[in-house]
């Protein structure tokens, strides 16, 4: 083909077959991260249907996307959920330890105050560092 004679029709299908190529790129990934992520596959169910999408890619995607289709979403909102517990989990054990941590803090400050280990200016001025 000369290069010269690339038209604009071509320009639109060599861009469309690009897409589509991206688009069967993503559903491979996505069927092999649902396939991996199931639970109620075994380990040989797993593997044939990664064999079948491999061997078969067409017919093993479209397959796949009849028999197990209705499940991928659920199963991503169940992983959705875990990463938001997760999240919360951390968030509420760095509060609570970071807020902890000030008042233990400031209870042995108020302890070796009232021993007298402390004088007044430092009592306050270790308080307000404890607290900030």
Not at 10 to 20: A, E, G, Q, R
Not at 26 to 38: A, E, H, Q, W
């Given at each position: ?88 989990s951390y968030v509420n054990d760095v509060a609570v330890t970071s807020g902890h941590?000030r008042g233990v803090e400031v209870a042995k400050l108020a302890e070796l105050h ?14 307000r560092r404890a607290l900030a």
């Amino acid at each position: 083909m000369n290069l010269l004679a690339y038209d604009l029709v071509d320009v639109f299908w060599s861009m469309l077959w690009f897409f589509l190529f991206l688009m069967w790129i993503y559903l491979f990934v996505v069927l092999l991260t649902d396939i991996f992520r199931s639970h109620d596959l075994s380990g040989w169910g797993k593997s044939l249907w990664v064999v079948f999408l491999i061997v078969l890619p067409l017919v093993g995607a479209l397959a796949y996307l009849i028999a197990r289709g209705g499940g991928i979403a659920e199963r991503q909102r169940d992983v959705d959920r875990q990463k938001e517990a997760a999240f919360r989990s951390y968030v509420n054990d760095v509060a609570v330890t970071s807020g902890h941590t000030r008042g233990v803090e400031v209870a042995k400050l108020a302890e070796l105050h009232e021993r007298g280990l402390l004088t007044d200016e430092e009592y306050v001025r270790q308080r307000r560092r404890a607290l900030a």
